[in-house]
């Protein structure tokens, strides 16, 4: 653990200072090709693919460790990397990180531990431009996309601290933290291409899955993506009018249209899509939402995760009743496969819904510019 003090479930970290000197291209969010133009002809071209392995696939967060090197590369180059502004550690072994970038704005980042496997919640945008009623991302707003760079250093930065290998063991990556994935999708799909670079990070499409709100002419646009995540769609609702007032930016692409472009995406031989419901109580739990859920979908390839609400303050809802939840799964069920999603880091404001910088009124504490 890096020098810092620990309060709780809060361990803070020194920040990192700029350094002086002449400006550096970041590697991070260049690919291959990316790094070999920014190259020139001022080095042998070999030296590409030594920077290029040096950040994606040893996971190096600062060029100074990397030994096959030269000093006048190290000069020019620098990793971009995120860093740690302030992370919490949940009784359930998740890990919620807010991570620096270069301008000085924040994202949050989750890592979520299981038996054989870990999974990373990654964020797209700062902040979220999508009014969903139920999030807490939502009363952030947006402050603006990230780049490639930004997304793939998440990654990095908890590959790095945890000691990840997608080699080694099973590792997923999911685009639901902060922000809606399709409205930076150049940006997302760079990033996917990166991460998938089996001389680099190694991941496989399989195991990245990217979370959209419903945006329709995005959705196609992914689907046409050489090299593209799963896709994963936020439902939460089981009408056109239950669903515009949880998701207002359902006035702009219709419950109907959101379906119909569901049936036409092109999936994968070994892909199916995922519907995520959130259930809150009274609100859209019902047996009869449930049975309009699974008309909506019994014709598509498909699975439901069901999502109890997770509270959190500003947030007019309330978690429905276990028994209401496993009856909605029953329902369901008969015709897709429906899980229910356990909640993880639900005590440091780390589960779905839940990603907003939380100080004040909180009970946690987030210092060191947050």
């Keep these: 653990m890096e020098s810092g003090q620990k309060t709780d479930n809060l361990i803070v970290t020194e920040p990192q200072t700029p350094q002086d000197g002449p400006i550096q291209q970041r590697l991070l969010g260049m690919d291959l090709h990316d790094i070999e133009v920014a190259l020139g002809d001022r080095h042998p071209r070999f030296r590409a693919r030594q920077l290029f392995e040096a950040v994606y696939a040893k996971r190096l967060l600062d060029l100074n460790a990397a030994t096959t090197l030269s000093p006048k590369l190290k000069e020019e180059f620098s990793t971009g990397a995120l860093t ?3 992370r919490y550690e949940s009784t359930d072994g998740t890990v919620r990180y807010l991570l620096g970038m270069q301008d000085g704005k924040t994202v949050e980042t989750v890592f979520m531990p299981e038996r ?3 999974t990373l919640c990654i964020s797209s945008q700062v902040g979220c431009p999508v009014d969903c009623k139920f999030c807490l991302t939502a009363l952030m707003g947006l402050d603006r996309n990230l780049t490639a760079g930004e997304i793939v250093g998440q990654v990095l930065h908890i590959a790095a601290k945890h000691k990840l290998d997608p080699h080694d063991r099973q590792m997923n990556i999911v685009m639901m933290g902060q922000g809606e994935p399709l409205m930076n999708l150049d940006a997302v799909l760079k990033a996917t291409r990166i991460l998938c670079d089996p001389n680099g990070v190694g991941m496989s499409e399989r195991r990245i899955t990217v979370s959209t709100s419903g945006l329709v002419q995005k959705i196609w646009e992914l689907g046409q993506a050489p090299m593209r995540p799963k896709l994963a769609i936020s439902l939460n609702a089981s009408t056109e009018e239950q669903r515009v007032e949880l998701m207002p930016i359902t006035k702009k692409w219709h419950l109907k249209d959101l379906m119909e472009v569901c049936a036409k ?3 994968r031989p070994w892909e199916m899509l995922t519907f ?3 259930l809150l109580r009274g609100v859209n739990d019902s047996d009869a939402d449930a049975k309009r ?4 979908i019994a014709n598509l390839k498909c699975k439901v995760n069901l999502i109890a609400f997770n509270p ?4 007019p809802f309330e978690a429905p009743d276990p028994e209401r939840v496993l009856s909605f799964q029953t329902l369901v069920r008969a015709s897709v496969p ?3 999603r356990k909640p993880r880091g639900l005590d440091i404001y780390a589960a779905c819904g839940q990603l907003k910088h939380m100080t004040e009124g909180s009970g946690l504490v987030a210092i060191g510019g947050v």
């Design 293 to 296: 859920v699974r008309k909506l």
């Design 276 to 278: 995520e419901y959130v």
């Design 338 to 340: 429906c899980f229910i």
């Design 84 to 86: 740690e502004d302030s």
């Design 312 to 315: 959190g303050p500003g947030l």
């Design 265 to 267: 995406y092109p999936l």
């Design 116 to 118: 054989g496997r870990d």
